[in-house]
């Protein structure tokens, strides 16, 4: 893991760079702002709405940064909890143009069978192409499927769907979840960092305990989430820097971003997961660190880290949102 080799969001934005070559910059935020207002949780599974190689290149220029941002910081908690294990094979259902399994190739060396589960064709050819930079997908299989109910998935040792569920049916995303149970040794689920993003993972994260799975992150338990519903939402972020797409769509200056996303990651077999999870961005005060806290007692505590705590203050002032804690070869007085 963190092999310096592995590709990374440089190597994913240097293959997408050429994909609006020959698309007028207007036509290409037009279709973007378009995608934006309409793909997502408003489209049936069987009427895609990519409908054409300038859909799909606009769409994954402006989206499979952030999507991989996202997905990577998920497999990389996942990934602490479960030392030693790197998935044999990867399932990506409603993969469209393949970011999670640039994510999956950036977390774990080495190749593995690969297959992608989309409805979208032109959103599958646009993958395949840019997946020639990716050696590790090299012999990835790029296939049209209706997500949902009666989705066969075989067998994976690792089923990934990202910001897929909030697309489908309340019955077909009971069916998607339990499929993946089913086929996976282990499932990782992504969506939006969204009140109804959150509630949307919260209802899978019930599935996969319900079927034996694990919680292995972002929570320290599998009980029931202390977070009383209607009152907060569980979420994190990751830093995206933007293209001169997203600038164009989005408008303003900076050279980054922040993807909001809620996650669960989950396994058949033992994990460890953190001993607690920091779930908000961390407040750093003159001498002191605020961290708000997801414990292993599925409570919710905020600990106050001052500069007596020498090792641990200094640890809790590089400490990010989403991080474990403490961190590996400290602890907490």
Not at 8 to 15: F, M, P, Q, S, V
Not at 116 to 138: K, T
Not at 257 to 271: G, H, L, M, N, T
Not at 306 to 330: F, I, M, S, V
């Amino acid at each position: 893991m963190n092999d310096p080799a592995l590709p990374t969001a440089e190597t994913l934005r240097a293959a997408l760079a050429g994909l609006l070559d020959g698309l007028p910059p207007k036509q290409a935020a037009g279709a973007v702002d378009r995608l934006i207002a309409n793909y997502r949780g408003q489209t049936p599974t069987d009427a895609p709405i990519l409908r054409d190689r300038a859909d799909v290149a606009a769409y994954a220029a402006y989206r499979m940064p952030a999507t991989f941002e996202a997905v990577r910081a998920a497999l990389e908690a996942f990934a602490a909890a479960v030392p030693g294990w790197a998935p044999g094979s990867h399932v990506d259902v409603g993969g469209g143009t393949g970011a999670a399994t640039w994510a999956v190739s950036a977390t774990w060396d080495g190749e593995r069978p690969v297959t992608v589960l989309d409805w979208a064709e032109p959103a599958l050819a646009l993958g395949r192409e840019i997946a020639a930079a990716n050696p590790a997908l090299a012999g990835a299989r790029w296939q049209r499927a209706r997500i949902g109910a009666g989705l066969a998935l075989g067998s994976a040792d690792l089923v990934t769907v990202s910001y897929v569920l909030n697309e489908l049916s309340e019955a077909d995303r009971a069916a998607l979840v339990d499929a993946a149970a089913a086929a996976a040794q282990a499932v990782v689920i992504v969506e939006a960092g969204t009140p109804a993003g959150y509630a949307r993972v919260i209802e899978a994260r019930q599935r996969l305990i319900d079927a034996g799975f694990h919680v292995a992150a972002p929570c320290p338990h599998s009980a029931p989430c202390p977070i009383v519903p209607g009152t907060d939402w569980c979420h994190f972020s990751a830093r995206v820097s933007r293209s001169s797409l997203h600038r164009q769509v989005k408008g303003g200056s900076l050279a980054y971003e922040d993807e909001k996303f809620s996650y669960v990651a989950a396994a058949r077999f033992p994990v460890d997961p953190a001993a607690a999870r920091v779930i908000r961005r961390p407040q750093i005060r003159k001498g002191q660190v605020l961290l708000d806290l997801c414990e292993a007692d599925d409570q919710l505590r905020r600990t106050t880290v001052t500069k007596r705590h020498g090792e641990l203050y200094r640890a809790a002032r590089d400490t990010q949102w989403g991080d474990a804690w403490p961190p590996p070869g400290t602890q907490e007085p």
